[in-house]
T-cell receptor, first 113, second 112 residues
């Protein structure tokens, strides 16, 4: 099993450009999450999904959109990138809700110039 | 709302010494508590978690943590540090719904 994979690993964008980050999991997990990690701030939840076709906002959703068309995939979109979105993005999945372990991908490093 | 405070952004210990990483949480209801470890250029992986039952929780790689409700703490310990323990450690709390809150992280350095 590959676990949780993320594409791409690294990306440089110019302000105003758009992009989509792809997360895939092969563990048949219901729940999937997108976090951003910034120095000194830990991980903050952007959006999450409790099943195929569902999405919900997390702590810092502004400027991002998500979609979960297939159970194994969770996409994070940036419609108009801003320098404040320079960060490391992590995807995670879990079998169900809050008492479950989350399994993390290796991260995507995004630089917005 | 729930929150987590990790005391000390950097902790340095000698190999073989006790490791103590501090975590305090804020919650109005019984929390679920987690410790995750992040090695350089990798994602997070679970060390241990407390959901219900025994308050002393044992995890991987010789780590353990004790849930102390009266002190709202969940400190992580390991009796003897190893060089391979050098990493960043995150405490996290989950109270309502699917909103897990992470602390800012503590970077552990192990000196030979």
């Amino acid at each position: 099993n590959a676990g949780v994979t993320q594409t791409p690993k690294f990306r440089v964008l110019k302000t105003g450009q758009s992009m989509t980050l792809l997360c895939a999991q092969d563990m048949n997990h219901e729940y999937m999450y997108w976090y951003r990690q910034d120095p000194g701030m830990g991980l903050r939840l952007i959006h999450y999904s409790v099943g195929e076709g569902t999405t919900a906002k997390g702590e810092v959703p502004d400027g991002y959109n998500v979609s979960r068309l297939k159970k194994q995939n969770f996409l994070l979109g940036l419609e108009s990138a801003a320098p404040s979105q320079t960060s490391v993005y992590f995807c995670a999945s879990s079998p169900s809700g809050r008492r479950e372990t989350q399994y993390f991908g290796p991260g995507t490093r995004l630089l917005v110039l | 709302a729930q929150s987590v405070t990790q005391l000390g952004s950097h902790v340095s210990v000698s190999e073989g010494a006790l490791v103590l990483l501090r975590c305090n949480y804020s919650s109005s209801v019984p929390p679920y508590l987690f410790w995750y470890v992040q090695y350089p250029n990798q994602g997070l992986q679970l060390l241990l978690k407390y959901t219900t039952g025994a308050t002393l929780v044992k995890g991987i790689n010789g780590f353990e943590a004790e849930f102390k409700k009266s002190e709202t703490s969940f400190h992580l310990t390991k009796p003897s540090a190893h060089m391979s323990d050098a990493a960043e450690y995150f405490c996290a709390v989950s109270v309502f719904g699917n909103d897990m809150r992470f602390g800012a992280g503590t970077r552990l350095t192990v000196k030979p």
